[in-house]
């Protein structure tokens, strides 16, 4: 079994820190909070694990772009609380959350590809069409 309550409390003092050192809604003091979250679920105390997280996602909202996957993760995070509690169908749309989030970055990613290879693909034809471009 871990100890939890020495990683607790260094989660905590760095927290504290963190509010100092950076603005409000850092996304470092988003992942303080998840950090703190996680040990309180390994701990299975779920309502001061669910409320760590919501705090992180409260700040994960406003400070990234709404399809960072640090927001899929997150999503996560709250399913996995809500679903040791028992309450499945709040796990189930925390669930639904994270998987559109996880679905937009795919696309996002695949499109990004796609276009890499059309230029790559369009760049050799001139080049090939071009015997004076190298």
Do not use: Q
């Amino acid at each position: 079994m871990g100890e939890y309550s020495k990683a607790l409390s260094s989660y905590e003092r760095s927290l504290e820190i963190t509010k100092v050192a950076l603005p409000p809604n850092h996304p470092e003091l988003a992942a303080s909070y998840n950090n703190i979250g996680l040990v309180y679920y390994n701990m299975g105390e779920y309502s001061k694990a669910l409320s760590s997280y919501e705090r992180s996602l409260e700040i994960t909202e406003i400070a990234l772009p709404p399809n960072h996957p640090d927001l899929a993760g997150s999503y996560g995070n709250i399913g996995n609380v809500y679903s040791k509690m028992g309450e499945y169908s709040k796990a189930l749309s925390s669930g639904k959350d994270e998987n559109n989030f996880k679905l937009v970055t795919t696309v996002v990613k695949d499109l990004k590809e796609a276009n890499l290879t059309r230029i790559r693909v369009e760049s050799h034809g001139i080049i090939k069409d071009n015997p004076k471009v190298e």
